[in-house]
């Protein structure tokens, strides 16, 4: 059985930093792609950076770029998300996702926006002073 648990949110200060960690059962991070999403209250969820299970490039919205980082540890079958200059517009619940097979950025965005991968329960992140 699939299963993701998402750990590491908080509360932090503007400016400050979190690592959230995506801890995978019951499969291989190898043969997934893999990625983080949130949703802020009164907003749709969006798709904020994910990993290509075909060559390992990344993605990352817009709004995250030069703040966040994501990584894996194959390893620890664990992938992270590391935020950096977090802002109050930041502050939302925080999801893993999972799709197994080939894929792209892309398609893996396609695929979890059509609700058909593994979906974890959620951190919360909130920025604030």
């Known amino acids: 059985q699939v299963q993701l648990v998402e750990s590491g949110g908080g509360l932090v200060q503007p400016g400050g930093s979190l690592r959230l960690s995506c801890a995978a059962s019951?499969?291989?991070?190898?043969?997934?792609?893999i990625g983080w999403f949130r949703q802020a209250p009164g907003k749709e969820r969006e798709g904020v950076s994910c990993i290509s299970s075909i060559d390992g490039s990344t993605y990352y919205a817009d709004s995250v770029k030069g703040r966040f980082t994501i990584s894996r540890d194959n390893a620890k079958n664990t992938v992270y998300l590391q935020m950096n200059s977090l802002k109050p517009e930041d502050t939302a619940v925080y999801y893993c996702?999972?799709?197994?097979?080939?894929?792209?950025?892309?398609?893996?965005?396609?695929?979890?926006?059509?609700?058909?991968?593994?979906w974890g329960q959620g951190t919360q992140v909130t920025v604030s002073s």
């Open positions: 996702g999972a799709v197994r097979g080939f894929l792209t950025t892309g398609q893996f965005l396609s695929v979890m926006a059509l609700g058909s991968g593994s």
């Open positions: 019951g499969f291989t991070l190898d043969d997934y792609a």
